[in-house]
């Protein structure tokens, strides 16, 4: 049976006229002409049967059906460019692994082991893009996800299996010189101290408190004292654990996020105490598909790693 698919000069041009909303910016692009892309982009709309921008006096607009089509083309024409450039190049001849990951534990954990991987299975290659939250594997283009949650949380990742691999153990953290020549300070003493707040985790600190026995019952933002509040935020952990090598607070880090530092002393635990919770990485993957061998290489080395 023939495949439905449209022209690929097609899609390309209306894929940059899309993101562009100008056909003239579109034809500089694609080295074309305005015209040229003009006519392509009709005869797409004529394929379709349907409308994709809409004409006016400044340029064109995307219709609703036109901004739905090209954000549904567009990760599918990055893939096809991505797999035609593997093959020019001749990487992955063992295949390709497709990751989402959370873009610290990618840069800090992960990417320091890849040396190791690639070592024992050369031939596969990993692509690595970020994602924060969960999504449907169906509308993209990822074999598996790398992923922090709860084992609640993550059991209600629709349409998935996650396999647990690391518990996240988070500890306060800071530069040497923030505990003024001591080794670790009491909890009261770090409450004093500047605390850095992770914006995805607004209760860490307040947890952590408590857990700690400081402040009586903080279980939440809302009930806890504006000190415990008060310091700068960040959304990464990365950013985080570099404004606490610099001495501008506390950080609540994950202890695998920051080994580097507290290796080479830039950074020191301030209190034994950890946050409670029960957080793992995961790996999570679809349900219903065949583990193709590359992935499943990659998750057999993955296990290892993360049990050494």
Same mark, same amino acid.
């Given at each position: 049976m023939r495949r439905k698919i449209p022209s690929l000069q097609a899609l390309a041009c209306f894929d940059a006229a899309a993101r562009h909303e100008s056909y003239t910016r579109a034809a500089q692009e694609l080295a074309l002409t305005q015209s040229a892309v003009s006519r392509q982009i009709g005869a797409l709309?004529? %394929?379709?049967?349907?409308?994709?921008? #809409?004409r006016t006096r400044h340029g064109v607009v995307l219709t609703t059906a036109g901004s739905q089509y090209a954000r549904q083309i567009a990760p599918r024409l990055q893939a096809l460019e991505r797999d035609t450039l593997d093959a020019m190049s001749g990487q992955g001849a063992g295949g390709a692994v497709n990751l989402a990951t959370v873009p610290t534990f990618a840069a800090r954990w992960l990417i320091p082991r890849l040396p190791d991987f690639a070592k024992h299975h050369p031939d596969v290659v990993i692509h690595m893009d970020t994602r924060t939250r969960p999504f449907m594997f169906a509308e993209t283009e990822f074999d598996a996800a790398l992923y922090a949650s709860t084992p609640d949380a993550i059991g209600q990742w629709a349409g998935t299996h996650a396999l647990p691999l690391l518990p996240e153990v988070v500890l306060p953290v800071c530069a040497p010189a923030l505990l003024g020549g001591r080794t670790t300070v009491t *909890?009261?003493?770090? *409450?004093?101290?500047?605390?850095? /707040? /992770?914006?995805? #985790?607004?209760? !860490?600190? &307040? /947890?952590?408190?408590?857990? !700690?026995?400081?402040g009586g019952e903080v279980d939440d933002a809302d009930s806890a004292p504006a000190s415990v509040l008060a310091?700068? $935020? %960040?959304? =990464?952990?990365?950013?985080?654990? *570099?404004?606490?090598?610099?001495? @501008?607070?506390?950080?609540?880090? &994950? $202890?695998?996020?920051?080994?580097?530092? @507290?290796?080479?002393?830039?950074?020191?635990?301030?209190?034994? =105490?950890?946050? &409670?919770?029960? #957080?793992? %990485?995961y790996l999570v993957q679809p349900e219903g598909t065949q583990v193709r061998p590359a992935l499943q290489r990659f998750i057999d080395w993955l296990q290892q790693a993360s049990a050494g």
């Open positions: 709309e004529d %394929y379709l049967g349907l409308p994709l921008f #809409r *909890a009261a003493e770090l *409450a004093t101290l500047p605390l850095l /707040q /992770q914006s995805t #985790r607004p209760h !860490a600190w &307040p /947890q952590w408190l408590e857990a !700690a026995g400081v310091g700068p $935020r %960040y959304e =990464q952990f990365s950013m985080a654990a *570099a404004a606490a090598v610099h001495g @501008l607070g506390v950080g609540l880090i &994950p $202890r695998l996020l920051v080994e580097a530092e @507290l290796a080479s002393g830039a950074l020191v635990v301030a209190h034994p =105490q950890t946050l &409670p919770g029960e #957080r793992f %990485y």
